[in-house]
DNA sequence: ACCAGCTCCTGCTTGC
DNA sequence: TGCAAGCAGGAGCTGG
């Protein structure tokens, strides 16, 4: 499921009621999920209360007053639902309707966070993580000394803000071989991009990905670098995108995926001013690469 | 060092 | 209608 622009949904979703909350209780369903869970994690997340909640590439981090960070990865399907104490439903929507009618997908609730606030001790409610095909993961590590973590230490730039430029990404592509998709999709280079923000950028910017990533110049370094930045402010700003799993915390759709170019369109006109060509798919080191063969070179 | 391919898992969609 | 194959937003591991 989730990208970038996913995740930073989710943030934005999970923050009003997870930071400043106390962990009162954790039900962990099962002992493992993409890697077993970390020994005594509930133990350790127990009465501890969350301080503030980021995210790095596609990691959500919630950081405690025990100076534990709590690293939470959405894997392909992951996803979470807030229901707030005192709210109709026991808020948010009932978990008959969030998923599926009849909710066979609630066998796929593997944690459940019991949240009160730390001033009263009153419930503030609970936030569930839901993951059908369980690639994603949760553990647990010091603050201190966070980037050295192996998750982290060799990832890439965020691109987000305005780091990712021209100059920037001629230096990361510099001698690759790789095709520009597969380069993309490289952590270490670029944090966050999946495989629809790849696609749509490389549309955006008239870039065939099986293009050698090396080969670019300058000026279509700059392009790329400037529609990648803009594709992912984009998505953020549109709630991601809501294809199979994703929603907002709420159960909102996002709904970038209206306005895909090339992503999932298989067969559909290229929305390229001027470009009559029409949408390809085809397989690309395992992915679906989504381009039209007019316009990208 | 870099790169392509396979793998984990469940469930939805497609084609016969 | 049933059944099997194919495919899905990630990324760690293997082997070349």
Redesign the pocket.
Known sequence: ???LP?VETVRKGLSPIFEGARLIRIEQRRADL?FPFPKDFTDQLTGAVVTSLSRR???LLADMDNGLVLIM?L???GSFRVEEAGKKGGGGQPDAVFH?PKD??A??DHVVFHLEHPSTNRPRGKIIYND????GFMTLTPRAGLEDHP?FAELGVEPTGNILDGPLLMTLFT?????LK??L???KLIAG????YVCEALHRSGLSPLRK?GTLSQAEADRLAGDIRQVIAEAIEAG???????RQTDGELGYFQHRFRVYDREGAPCPTHGCNGVIE?F?Q????SFHCPLCQG
């Open positions: 499921m989730p990208e996913e993409r590439s596609k990691y990865h894997g392909m399907s599926h066979k997908n066998v796929h059908p095909r369980r690639f998750y001698g690759r071989t790789a095709p597969s380069a999709l490289n952590q991009l999946g495989n629809i990533a991601g995108s809501s294809l199979r799993d994703h798919r397989a080191s395992g992915r679906s």
